[in-house]
């Protein structure tokens, strides 16, 4: 059912647990198009568990609460139907696909996306155009996906999944995590050129490399399961000088 609804994503006193304990407990959360927003947290807050169940993964209950995306319940739909609805999701630790080309894999993710087959030639023309923007070689479209990367290779083969597949609404879940600064850079530049005023980003991460290039809307800050504090960007720094201790009071 659809509610008439300004925001892209609504998050309603969300509950969710995995192996019967509880993880999140009673998480609000708006995003509309055209925003950055940020979770924060220590280690164990919730921040990856809610990347999670926004996608629908099944690992995870909802035992209450609501999720609405363009202003639709999708509290029980399934991950491949709310990745068809735009959801992008960029893994902590991206996954190994022997056999399966970077450039196989993205084609058959676009397919299904869009429920049209993708013209090969000018697929690969896009694609190695935004292969050259992230600084990765050519010769990665027909590698197996993620096999033998390196920590950075996968981060950077996240980005370019995004940049393919252009979603509604992308949820980064420490995508900065072991980079170094070069390649925390090249991503930021990235994320930058996906903004538009027709989707979102919600950025999860516990430092503060990856947003000091970035037009940031709102920071929230997650602790115990539940969004403790909102703001503006200026908490980032707060954080980068006197850690989470700081903030949550």
Do not use: C, W
């Given at each position: 059912m659809r509610e008439m609804s300004e925001n892209l994503l609504s998050i309603q006193n969300l509950h969710a647990s995995a192996q019967g304990r509880e993880i999140l407990r009673g998480l609000d959360l708006e995003i509309r198009p055209g925003e950055v927003h940020v979770i924060m947290g220590p280690n164990?807050?919730?921040?990856?568990?809610?990347?999670?169940?926004?996608?629908?993964?099944?690992?995870?209950?909802?035992?209450?609460?609501?999720?609405?995306?363009?202003?639709?319940?999708?509290?029980?739909?399934?991950?491949?139907a709310r990745a068809r609805r735009g959801i992008f999701l960029s893994f902590q630790t991206p996954e190994?696909?022997?056999?399966?080309?970077?450039?196989?894999?993205?084609?058959?993710?676009?397919?299904?996306?869009?429920?049209?087959?993708?013209?090969?030639?000018?697929?690969?023309?896009?694609?190695?155009?935004?292969?050259?923007?992230?600084?990765?070689?050519?010769?990665?479209?027909?590698?197996?996906?993620?096999?033998?990367?390196?920590?950075?290779?996968?981060?950077?083969?996240?980005?370019?999944?995004?940049?393919m597949l252009a979603p509604k609404l992308a949820i980064l879940d420490e995508t900065d995590s072991g980079l170094d600064i070069d390649a925390v850079r090249t991503i930021a530049k990235s994320i930058g050129r996906f903004k538009s005023p027709k989707n979102a980003i919600l950025i999860i991460t516990h430092i503060t490399r990856i947003?000091?290039?970035l037009p940031v809307d709102r920071v929230h800050i997650?602790?115990?399961?539940?969004?403790?504090?909102?703001?503006?960007?200026?908490?980032?720094d707060e954080v980068a000088s006197g850690g989470f201790a700081s903030v949550l009071g």
């Open positions: 164990g807050a919730g921040k990856s568990t809610l990347a999670n169940v926004i996608l629908g993964d099944p690992r995870y209950e909802v035992t209450e609460g609501r999720i609405l995306f363009e202003g639709e319940d999708i509290t029980a739909e399934k991950t491949d190994e696909i022997p056999g399966v080309s970077v450039e196989s894999f993205l084609r058959a993710a676009k397919n299904a996306q869009t429920g049209e087959m993708q013209k090969l030639l000018p697929f690969r023309k896009a694609l190695k155009a935004k292969m050259e923007q992230l600084g990765i070689p050519e010769s990665y479209a027909s590698r197996s996906l993620n096999v033998g990367f390196s920590g950075g290779e996968k981060k950077k083969n996240e980005i370019l999944q995004l940049e947003l000091q290039d997650l602790a115990q399961g539940r969004i403790v504090r909102t703001d503006g960007a200026q908490i980032i």
